[in-house]
């Protein structure tokens, strides 16, 4: 199975601000909905494909939005995973294709190995951020997949510069394996550098990059 990477630029507080329970503005009443369409289109199309979790997609976005991720059974973490999608595909810019990847932890995590070999800081792996687990970001505790995907990772945009200069240093040490996707990340993560500097100095508030691994 093929897994498709993606990322996007979210200010965290705006994304917490959805998932936090209480009360909510009327602007985010009006995201909430969109939120809340997202998430019937994608039980839609789990419905046509007869797949049950054992909690709707609408369902698990309902307990984000009121605070909480505490229904129980084997595949609700997909269900909890798809709605934060939901939350995430409606706040931030949009997203930005990084590749797609038979087996993408297994090939960052041997690209971890070589990037470390050549003295990149743990900090700055690949894995570090694109496995990161975003939910560990949320007040409360989200059951993860079982499989592992989807995944959601997050690099704070304030680290993206270092982590592009890191691998833009090793490039022509690197097997060849890995060099090509390498630079196809600091490339990526340079712009969004780039972009951040622009927007910080036209009062936008965006701090996080978040990845998004599905398939």
């Given at each position: 199975?093929s897994?498709?990477?993606?990322?996007?630029?979210?200010t965290?507080s705006?994304?917490?601000?959805?998932?936090?329970?209480?009360?909510?503005?009327?602007?985010?009443?009006?995201?909430?909905?969109?939120?809340?369409e997202?998430?019937r289109?994608?039980?839609?199309?789990?419905?046509?494909q007869?797949?049950?979790?054992g909690?709707?997609v609408p369902?698990a976005?309902e307990?984000?939005?009121?605070?909480?991720?505490?229904a129980?059974?084997?595949?609700?973490?997909y269900a909890?995973y798809?709605?934060l999608m939901?939350?995430?595909?409606?706040t931030?810019?949009?997203?930005?294709?990084?590749g797609?990847?038979?087996k993408?932890?297994?090939?960052?995590g041997l690209?971890?190995?070589e990037l470390?070999?050549?003295?990149?800081?743990?900090?700055l792996l690949?894995?570090?951020?694109?496995f990161a687990?975003?939910?560990?970001?949320?007040?409360?505790?989200?059951?993860?997949?079982t499989d592992?995907?989807?995944?959601?990772?997050?690099?704070p945009?304030?680290?993206?510069?270092?982590?592009?200069?890191a691998?833009?240093?090793?490039?022509?040490?690197?097997?060849?394996?890995?060099?090509?996707?390498?630079?196809?990340l600091?490339?990526?993560l340079?712009?969004e550098?780039?972009e951040?500097?622009?927007?910080?100095?036209?009062?936008h508030?965006?701090?996080?990059?978040?990845?998004?691994?599905q398939?």
């Open positions: 199975m897994h498709v990477i993606n990322m996007k630029t979210v965290l705006q994304v917490l601000g959805y998932v936090r329970g209480g009360e909510y503005t009327a602007q985010q009443e009006e995201i909430l909905d969109t939120m809340r997202w998430a289109g994608h039980q839609h199309r789990l419905d046509y007869r797949i049950d979790w909690l709707t369902e976005l307990h984000l939005i009121a605070g909480r991720a505490d129980e059974g084997p595949a609700v973490g909890y798809a709605a939901a939350v995430l595909e409606c931030g810019s949009d997203p930005v294709d990084v797609v990847y038979s993408p932890s297994t090939f960052f690209m971890d190995e470390r070999a050549l003295g990149v800081p743990a900090d690949p894995t570090s951020y694109l687990d975003f939910p560990d970001l949320l007040p409360y505790p989200v059951p993860s997949p592992g995907y989807p995944a959601i990772g997050y690099l945009l304030a680290k993206a510069k270092a982590v592009a200069d691998y833009t240093a090793v490039l022509d040490r690197m097997d060849h394996r890995f060099s090509h996707d390498a630079k196809l600091a490339d990526k340079d712009l550098h780039e951040w500097q622009t927007a910080l100095k036209y009062g508030t965006m701090d996080l990059l978040v990845f998004c691994i398939g």
